[in-house]
């Protein structure tokens, strides 16, 4: 079967999406011409750079700069600066992926030029419109003319919201990103090393969610959890989460304790401190599939989450933000079940190319 070569236009901005742009980019180019736009809503060298030289990933062929700001700002910025690019670059598929502001902006500013809108992993729902990467999910969906998703509780969530047209089941990006870089990692990450760590010695955290992060009392309860469980924990710190942590004072309290910190990890180095982790306690999606796929057993620090089958599963605890629940958590969470390919078996990329190729096929 031959395809017309199409213009895609792929928006990234963020850690999550630079993971996920890592495995699909490579077979875009193979058939198609790919445009990547970064719009800078992560932007230092350990949240942005770093990524791409770990996975490889193209530079951008559009930098937006928007840099840190409140949700209204950053995703408004996105916006005015993405349109100028989308017109120019006349894009004939535009890709978004995940639930940051990127991914909201990238969407609302293609879907309103008339561009073609694809969204990968769609379908995913905490049920928690607190939550702003709940809004960013469901606003995306809704607008997006192709759906990628990661499982099949993914589609009943679109069913349920009325979405049905062009919803295609593809697995999970991140699965791919996870097996294609494992073996690297282990050869190139000196972080073991370094932290002077041994493997299932220690715990791995992080923290970025501004449910927790804008949150005093949320943020006390998930340090104290983590100083009075006297357990080795190496802890990333997210630039937002510094700075409050710093704002609240809880930075002092961090010193002469168990607790590691230290400045956000690149990807090789997070897989190989994931993998070789005790548990894991975090408030990021990715992490809580990638604890799932290690068999690392993952306590999620918020009350919700969209991952829902690493709960249902038994590999992961919702334990939210309650010191006493946190502590519980680390001394007796200890599952043992069975899991299962709920997240694909490593294919969502190539899955996901055989699709777009329909598109530029039938056009």
């Not at 304790?257 to 990715?286: F, H, Q």
Request: positive net charge.
């Amino acid at each position: 079967m031959s395809w017309d070569k199409m213009k895609i236009l792929s928006i990234i901005g963020a850690r999550p999406e630079f993971i996920k742009e890592a495995p699909i980019t490579k077979l875009i180019k193979k058939y198609h011409e790919e445009i990547i736009v970064h719009t800078g809503q992560h932007y230092d060298y350990g949240m942005s750079k770093v990524f791409f030289g770990d996975l490889k990933i193209p530079e951008p062929d559009y930098n937006l700069g928007v840099g840190s700001s409140s949700h209204g700002n950053q995703t408004a910025k996105i916006i005015e600066r993405l349109e100028p690019v989308l017109l120019k670059e006349k894009p004939d598929l535009v890709i978004v992926s995940g639930d940051t502001n990127t991914t909201l902006a990238g969407a609302v500013a293609a879907s309103k030029l008339g561009f073609c809108l694809a969204h990968i992993e769609s379908g995913m729902r905490s049920f928690d419109k607190k939550m702003p990467e709940e809004i960013n999910r469901i606003a995306t969906d809704h607008i997006s003319d192709v759906l990628f998703c990661s499982t099949k509780t993914a589609v009943q969530n679109l069913r349920n919201e009325g979405i049905a047209n062009n919803v295609h089941l593809v697995g999970d990006v991140m699965i791919d990103a996870i097996k294609q870089n494992m073996e690297i990692a282990e050869k190139k990450s000196g972080i073991l090393k370094k932290l002077k760590l041994r493997g299932k010695s220690y715990m791995v955290a992080t923290v970025h969610r501004a449910g927790n992060t804008d949150s005093k009392k949320n943020m006390t309860g998930i340090i104290e959890a983590f100083i009075e469980s006297k357990e080795p924990i190496v802890f990333p710190v997210h630039p937002r989460t510094e700075k409050y942590l710093k704002f609240y004072g809880l930075d002092k309290k961090l010193k002469n304790t168990s607790i590691i910190t230290t400045r956000p990890v690149g990807y090789m180095d997070m897989l190989v401190l994931e993998k070789n982790a005790k548990k894991i306690l975090t408030d990021s999606g990715g992490m809580q599939k990638e604890a799932y796929f290690f068999k690392v057993p993952c306590i999620t620090l918020r009350d919700t989450t969209e991952w829902a089958e690493t709960v249902n599963d038994g590999w992961n605890i919702l334990a939210g933000a309650a010191k006493s629940k946190i502590i519980s958590s680390i001394r007796h969470f200890s599952p043992k079940g069975k899991q299962s390919e709920k997240y694909g078996n490593g294919n969502a990329s190539r899955n996901i190319i055989n699709i777009i190729n329909r598109i530029s096929v039938s056009g």
